[in-house]
């Protein structure tokens, strides 16, 4: 059975922290995705990654940064999280190529900010 | 440019009837289309996705889509509803054109209510 798993469930920082959120998956998938769900906004896409040290701004990269150094992790950094990255995020991982391949969700992470 | 619109943020239904969960979607070349569902407190899960050929998709938890390339739709559907399927729904298009072979554009959501 296909896994993804994040770190936390449920985070509370402060504001100026820097924060690390873990993304794990064993599928050996080549993509991973950050996303950052938000009410009435669906999805929004924050990085990509498509291969180890590989990665691609998505949507709303602002305020964040990645990090792959292993095929199965992929991590997103909060240099200074700040109380408007109050959220859920979604990690998501996938086969590459030109298919119609589906994406795999972890379980995500609410982050609080105070 | 890919995008996909669900243009109803909420669907509300009783057991028993037939449900429709509506989504448009706009590329520039041809579609690969997916739904996925989110239970409460839970990460998104796949349910199923138009490739080629059959304009009608079964999935998952007896799910089913309609393809319909002139009216640009992917409707999510299911005949009998249950209190079990209420959830939020996301609908998901990616263009075969898009050498950036991951990414997909998601839509802003549907909650779908199932009243016993």
């Known amino acids: 059975d296909v896994k993804v798993t994040q770190s936390s469930r449920y985070l509370v920082k402060r504001t100026g922290e820097k924060v690390f959120l873990e993304c794990v998956q064993d599928?050996?998938?080549?993509?991973m995705f950050w996303y950052r769900q938000d009410p009435g906004l669906g999805l929004r896409l924050i990085y990509f990654?498509?291969?180890?040290?590989?990665?691609e701004k998505g949507d709303i990269p602002e305020g964040y940064s990645v990090s792959r150094e292993k095929k199965e992790r992929f991590s997103l950094i909060l240099e200074s999280a700040s109380t408007n990255q109050t959220s859920m995020y979604l990690c998501?991982?996938?086969?590459?190529?030109?298919?119609?391949?589906?994406?795999?969700f972890g379980p995500g992470t609410r982050l609080t900010v105070t | 440019a890919q995008s996909v619109a669900q243009p109803e943020d909420q669907v509300n239904v009783a057991e028993g009837n037939p449900l429709t969960v509506k989504c448009t979607y706009s590329?520039?070349?041809?579609?690969?289309l997916f739904w996925y569902v989110q239970y409460p407190n839970r990460g998104l899960q796949f349910l199923l996705k138009?490739?080629?050929?059959?304009?009608l998709v079964k999935g998952s938890y007896g799910f089913e889509a309609e393809f319909n390339k002139s009216q640009t739709s992917f409707h999510l559907k299911k005949p009998s509803a249950l209190v079990s399927d209420s959830a939020l729904y996301f609908c998901?298009?990616?263009?075969?054109?898009?050498?950036?072979?991951?990414?997909?554009?998601f839509g802003d959501g549907t909650t779908l209510t199932v009243k016993p």
């Open positions: 998501a991982s996938s086969i590459s190529g030109t298919g119609a391949y589906e994406q795999y």
């Open positions: 599928m050996d998938h080549e993509n």
């Open positions: 990654s498509y291969d180890v040290k590989m990665k």
């Open positions: 590329v520039s070349g041809n579609p690969y």
């Open positions: 138009y490739i080629t050929g059959d304009n």
């Open positions: 998901a298009v990616r263009d075969r054109l898009n050498t950036n072979a991951g990414k997909s554009t």
